[in-house]
Every structure is written in C-alpha cells, then in structure tokens.
C-alpha cells in the first residue's frame, strides 16, 4: 500500500465537493458553482499529479490501496490503476471542470445541478479505480443515480422519456452484472 491514499482522495474530493454545494440554496447559485468548480479542478489536479507519478515501466497496479470489508465474502475496499485506469481517471478529471464552465449561471437549481455532477464524477473514479467487483458494483450503481436525475431535471424536451428508457436500460444491465458476477464468484470465491 503507498504511503498516502491517492485514490481514495480523488474519490472523495467530488464527493465531499457535491455535499458542500448542495448546502447552497438557489439565490447562493454563483457560490454554489465556483466552489464546484474548484473541487472538480482539484479534482483534476490530483490526476495530473496522479499521472506524473505513474510508472509505465511498472508491472501490475499502481496507487494501491486494499482494506478488508467482508473476508468472509472476499469483499474488500481495493483500489489501483493501470495505465488505462488512469487514462479514464484523467479523462473523467478534465470532462468535468470543462462541462461545468460551458453551463449557463444562471441555470435553474444550479447547486444541485453542480452537486449531481460532482456526485458522478466521485461515482466515476471509484468505477475506473476499483479491483474488488464488489466495490466497482456500488460505485457503478452511485454512478448512475446523479446521471438518472440529470437527464430527468436538466434533459431535452423528451427528458422523461428518456430518463425511464436510462433507468429501464441500466437496470437490466445492473441486474445482468450482479448475476454475472455472483455466477463468477461462485466459481471462484473471490471478487477480484
């Protein structure tokens, strides 16, 4: 395990990020998105450290981290990244601070819009950053909650249609994955 827990500040950052902003009501909108707006740039700067750091000479996992959850079940709170991880950590890292500066100010509900977006992308790094199937699944699953209720509040002329056809979508694959992945587990006894 390194010294300091890289990932697991990624992660929380946008996390801890999206809960301070929502705390602002809707006549605080400016606060709410310049304070979104650092935490996602601090977010990306903890990538850019992030892949400064990282070896490509190196065999295996980088940035590891590992604390047991559920032994008994091979459940673990496990975190690496290999060099495409970390390319789709960055990715996540630039998207986001970039996405929040093309939105309009004076955007209806703006802190919780801001806050949505800081929740997927903590949702995001914990996906791109997990080795345990267990903690991938709960964070592929917070990932899609902000994501529904973007295309439900903020989508298109079509938005409820849209957001039932996501939620219908990515429940059967949800439920397609777990019974993949209990089916693996199994077999194996693990779920790494």
């Given at each position: 395990m390194d010294a300091f827990l890289w990932l697991t500040t990624l992660t929380l950052l946008p996390l801890v990020g999206g809960v301070a902003v929502v705390c602002f009501?809707?006549?605080?909108?400016?606060?709410?998105?310049?304070?979104?707006?650092?935490?996602?740039?601090?977010?990306?700067?903890?990538?850019?450290?992030?892949?400064?750091?990282?070896?490509?000479?190196?065999?295996g996992m980088q940035f590891g981290e590992r604390v047991p959850w559920v032994p008994s079940l091979s459940i673990e709170y496990r975190l690496g990244v290999d060099g495409l991880g970390l390319l789709m950590v960055l990715l996540t890292a630039?998207?986001?601070?970039?996405s929040l500066l093309v939105t309009r100010p004076d955007m209806p509900r703006s802190p919780l819009y801001h806050a949505l977006v800081l929740w997927l992308q903590a949702g995001l790094f914990g996906t791109f950053t997990a080795l345990n199937f267990f903690h991938w699944f709960l964070f592929w699953e917070l990932s899609l909650i902000p994501a529904f209720f973007l295309v439900k509040l903020w989508g298109g002329p079509e938005r409820n249609r849209a957001s039932l056809q996501f939620f219908v979508y990515t429940m059967v694959g949800s439920i397609a994955l777990l019974l993949a992945f209990l089916a693996v587990f199994l077999a194996t006894r693990q779920f790494d």
């Open positions: 009501g809707a006549e605080k909108a400016r606060v709410a998105r310049t304070l979104s707006l650092v935490f996602s740039f601090g977010a990306l700067a903890v990538a850019l450290l992030l892949w400064r750091l990282f070896d490509p000479g190196a065999d630039v998207l986001v601070p970039v």
